[in-house]
């Protein structure tokens, strides 16, 4: 996890309600990530951001928003609009380009209720 | 069409014995290939990062090889410990692209005393 916060760990949600989930690192990495994990798939992006005050859709945007006000958070909310994000969220950060370690946080998992 | 392929999806073995996870991608362009480990409801750990010109890395009892040639890769892990009961993640990178993490669906590995 090192030096990367998720929280929370677990989060519940009833339909038609919006939840942000914190992503906070220490680690002066300029990129950040966020991605879904479904069972049996891997890693899907959301949302990654280079810089502060900018970010860029993944594969996967809709219903979700994020906002890069400074360097070291990253928060990801899902709005009513996505229709099944029953799912473990994972923050990631990154150095730069080259091969430099992706760093993962601990997790989030929503549940919708 | 899934762009990196990971086998077997399962797996159950021995305490102390060896097993060999593949990866196969279809990434163009290819910058580095990484192996981590997520134990369950955790985030990913790196366990090895390789380029083009590296054939093979360790991470203690932990073996990656990559052929660039054939675009394929495989992790080796020697004499399993009851620790190493997770599910390996094979992700490719691709060249200049920051957002451009292709992730495999993983292989779940369990160790059985």
């Known amino acids: 996890d090192g030096g990367i916060t998720q929280s929370p760990k677990y989060l519940f949600r009833k339909e038609g309600q919006n939840v942000t989930l914190s992503c906070e690192q220490n680690l002066n990495h300029d990129a950040m990530y966020w991605y879904r994990q479904d069972p049996g798939q891997g890693l899907r992006l959301i949302y990654y951001s280079q810089i502060v005050n900018d970010f860029q859709k993944g594969d996967i945007a809709e219903g979700y928003s994020v906002s890069r006000e400074k360097k070291e958070s990253f928060p990801l909310t899902v709005t009513s609009a996505q229709k099944n994000p029953t799912a473990f969220y994972l923050c990631?950060?990154?150095?730069?380009?080259?091969?430099?370690?992706?760093?993962f946080g601990a997790g989030s998992r929503l549940t919708v209720l | 069409k899934n762009q990196v392929e990971q086998s077997p999806q399962s797996l159950i073995i021995l305490e102390g014995k060896n097993c060999t996870l593949q990866c196969n991608y279809t990434v163009s362009p290819f910058s580095n290939l990484r192996w981590y480990k997520q134990d369950t409801g955790r985030g990913p750990v790196s366990l090895t990062i390789m380029t083009f010109s590296e054939n093979t890395k360790s991470n203690g009892r932990y073996t990656a090889t990559l052929d660039a040639d054939t675009k394929q890769s495989s992790l080796h892990i020697t004499a399993s410990q009851l620790s190493d009961s997770a599910s390996y993640i094979c992700?490719?990178?691709?060249?200049?692209?920051?957002?451009?993490?292709?992730f495999g669906a993983g292989t779940q590995v369990v160790v059985t005393p």
């Open positions: 992700v490719v990178a691709q060249t200049d692209s920051w957002g451009k993490f292709q």
């Open positions: 990631a950060t990154y150095p730069g380009s080259g091969a430099n370690v992706l760093t």
